[in-house]
């Protein structure tokens, strides 16, 4: 069983900048594919960023967070990262971790919430 735990979520104002951590239990964090999603109020979840571990790390983003969002993963810690910069309004969510099964496996979330 692998169990996911969001933190580093919080209010901050617009541009300013968190970091979310997603602390991973189990020994397959290291060849997983994982990604970052949020899902704002009435909003369907929607992708935020992913890095591909078979593909060489290469990583993925949402085109709303380009160049402000950089995702990144320490196996040693079994943890995956999201530095947010540039923070907007509409970034105002919760924010969830996944790794990419099958099966697949969510954490419980961590709330964002950006105030201009």
């Known amino acids: 069983q692998v169990q996911l735990v969001e933190s580093g979520g919080g209010s901050v104002q617009v541009g300013g900048s968190l970091r979310l951590s997603c602390a991973a239990s189990g020994n397959i964090f290291s060849i997983n594919d994982m990604g970052w999603y949020r899902q704002a109020p009435g909003k369907e979840r929607e992708l935020v960023a992913a890095?591909?571990?078979?593909?060489?790390?290469?990583?993925q983003y949402a085109d709303s967070v380009k160049g402000r969002f950089t995702i990144s993963r320490d196996d040693a810690k079994t943890t995956l990262y999201l530095q947010m910069t540039s923070l907007k309004p509409e970034d105002t969510g919760v924010y969830y971790c996944?790794?990419?099964?099958?099966?697949?496996?969510w954490g419980q979330g961590t709330q964002v919430t950006v105030s201009s």
């Open positions: 996944r790794k990419y099964g099958p099966p697949d496996y």
């Open positions: 890095i591909w571990r078979g593909r060489g790390g290469t990583t």
